[in-house]
């Protein structure tokens, strides 16, 4: 885990497009929405839901990214789609589903610990390129944050 995390500045090698379009496109939601559940309050429950549905959207794509390092046929391969590798690339997206068929705060428990399970296996995992590594570190942390924080400002505003 160390080296995970003392490796972070790998990201400074994302390719141009991935950093704008996961940082500006994909993170963007998990920034705005809690600032405008505070700033908007009469459309705090459609907001608070759309930033659980955009969390449940997120970790689905998470897993379709394991599901594709898994399927190519290249002789660097590091993953084998095994039973174990296919079932925790299918897993997110389930779990996601079924956080937005919760009521209240459950939802948001479910992503939080499910992201928090794939941040865990990203730290110890080889299966990325280190710079994809330290990308993901840094995105399922602010997915992180803004689903606590939209979390815990429910709880006040609802």
């Excluded at 496109?25 to 839901?49: D, E, T």
Aim: glycine share 6%; hydrophobic share 55%.
């Amino acid at each position: 885990m160390y080296s995970a995390v003392s490796n972070l500045p790998n990201v400074k090698h994302t390719p141009p497009a991935v950093l704008f379009l996961g940082l500006y496109c994909g993170a963007m939601p998990f920034f705005l929405l809690p600032v405008l559940i505070a700033a908007v309050q009469s459309y705090a429950k459609i907001l608070i839901y759309a930033n659980l549905s955009y969390g449940a959207i997120i970790l689905a794509y998470l897993g379709a990214v394991r599901w594709a390092f898994a399927l190519p046929e290249t002789k660097d391969k590091k993953m084998e789609p095994t039973f174990l590798n296919m079932g925790l690339a299918v897993s997110p997206s389930c779990i996601a589903w079924a956080a937005l068929l919760l009521d209240g705060s459950a939802g948001f428990l479910l992503l939080v610990g499910t992201f928090t399970l794939i941040l865990l296996q990203d730290l110890y995992s080889d299966i990325y390129p280190p710079w994809y590594k330290s990308f993901r570190i840094i995105l399922i942390g602010i997915a992180l944050l803004s689903l606590l924080t939209t979390l815990i400002m429910s709880r006040f505003i609802c």
